[in-house]
């Protein structure tokens, strides 16, 4: 990469720089999932080639073991196995990266009572009991204690799949722990009128706060959304979810603008992008995780409860729609849902309430 040290300009491959806490510039051999090394010799020096070259030696050194060094009926071997396989590479980024971390944090634990690193032990002798041990390991944190299951149950089918001796799929014996609640926080009436409240028409988070509620999109693509996406008072774009997996089909989707949000947009064109909608102060659409940083800043501002997100209102927009007589139909056409299961959760809510409505007046005794 290029850096620059006192006047000479370097190029080295893996020769990184950081500034301490003094505005000092340090110099590093870095590669990714190995340790820095400090590289204190002057740059162009022969103390530098000479430190350069220690450096590389030592990171070789540091370098995690190749397969061929892991016994090959291991977990650690299955992992890798299973990291290059073209199952492994059909996901979309986002899930390579979640599972990899996560197996690769399973084959570094320890078993309870021997102290044995997990990724060591024949893969063929792993049964449902360890892997309630795998997941209780992170029972107070009940989202990430599933996730291990997941990765577990889609490592173990694609063993199966591919045929390696004495596979079998103890995770899928394995039920999920029972979430507290149900996921994200939904919005309220009373939580919309607070941020409205703070935050009014013109502002970025308005506009923000428009753009999720009246198109029910999740954070992924409220990001990318933009003027270029409206044609003839809809709003035309492909969705990100999925998108990234190897062959998968492009998910179209079509949602009005609704006067409400038509209203918003029409007052927020002086804070509008050219292909965003949401813009950072750079004046670049935000990533998604930037997005949410901001967003709970906004939350924060308003006096709302920390852990507030932006899912919430999506989920407040499904129940709205719901609450309004929406069929499951409607809410999968609306919120981009494959099947009515996810669908049929907000209407069966929806017409619990209707009916407890019309009970309650029975409810009275007659004298």
Known sequence: MGLRQGGLKLNIPYVVADKDRHGNVRLYYWRKG???????????SVAFATELEAAKTASDAAAPKSAREIAPASFRALCLDYFASANFRMLDKKTQRQNRLILEDVSRSKTPKAGQERGTLPYALIEPRHVEEIRDEKLELPGAANNRVKALRRLFKWAQSAKKPGARNPAAEVAYLKMPGDGFETWTASHIERFEETHPVGSQARLCLALLLYTGVRRSDVVKLGPQHEREGWLHFTETKG???AGAIPKK????????LRQVLDASQA???????????????FTANGFG???????KAAGLPVGLAAHGLRKAAATHAADNGATDRQL?????????????????????KKLAGHAAPLLGFKR
């Open 271 to 285: 804070i509008i992008g050219p292909f965003a909608y949401l813009v950072t102060e750079r004046g670049v659409p």
């Open 253 to 260: 989707r079509d949602i009005p603008i609704i006067e409400p």
């Open 34 to 44: 190995r340790p820095k090394i400090r590289l204190r010799a002057e740059p162009g």
């Open 243 to 245: 998108s990234r997996k």
């Open 332 to 352: 999968m056409a609306l919120f981009g849902w494959e099947t009515e299961k996810e669908a049929n959760r907000y209407t069966k809510r929806a017409n619990r």
């Open 293 to 299: 940083n901001k967003f709970q800043d906004w939350v």
